[in-house]
């Protein structure tokens, strides 16, 4: 049997997410239940305009860490371990117990090391040369 399979390299919406609709049902039909709640922790200007934050998520014994930013400027302050801390703060009233963080090697490997989080594996030569490290934390 021949197969016609498309291939395309637009980030049609619509494909994406009717793929993510079909991988979502099959999920739900087959994991423990537990919600996926929204966390946002933001630094802002007087004028809303944000400096630092992070966005991420908590699902059942996890708080999966999205994004995590701070303003160039503000940086070595202790605005960013701050911030980690209020998100582990939130993330223990939540119920969790672990949390989950990737991170690329110019980015902020030390950083979190410093803060206890082991790295559990890193992707070697992402894209090309660089690395990708990915780090979990207990919080119980």
Not at 14 to 23: K, S, T, W
Not at 65 to 70: A, D, G, P
Request: glycine content about 8%; charged content about 30%; some cysteine.
């Amino acid at each position: 049997m021949s197969r016609n399979f498309r291939v395309t390299s637009d980030g049609n919406e619509q494909d994406i997410q009717e793929i993510y609709e079909m991988l979502k049902e099959y999920n739900l039909s087959n994991r423990e239940k537990s919600d996926n709640v929204p966390l946002g922790i933001f630094l802002e200007d007087e004028n809303k305009k944000k400096l630092a934050g992070l966005t991420g998520e908590t699902f059942g014994n996890w708080l999966c860490v999205h994004y995590f930013f701070v303003a160039e400027y503000l940086r070595g302050q202790g605005i960013g371990k701050e911030i980690i801390e209020a998100a582990e703060c939130e993330a223990k009233k939540r119920g969790c117990k672990y949390i989950f963080v990737d991170t690329f090697s110019f980015q902020a490997p030390d950083f979190y090391r410093k803060l206890g989080y082991k790295e559990v594996f890193t992707l070697e030569e992402y894209p090309y040369t660089g690395k990708r490290h990915y780090y979990t934390k207990e919080i119980f």
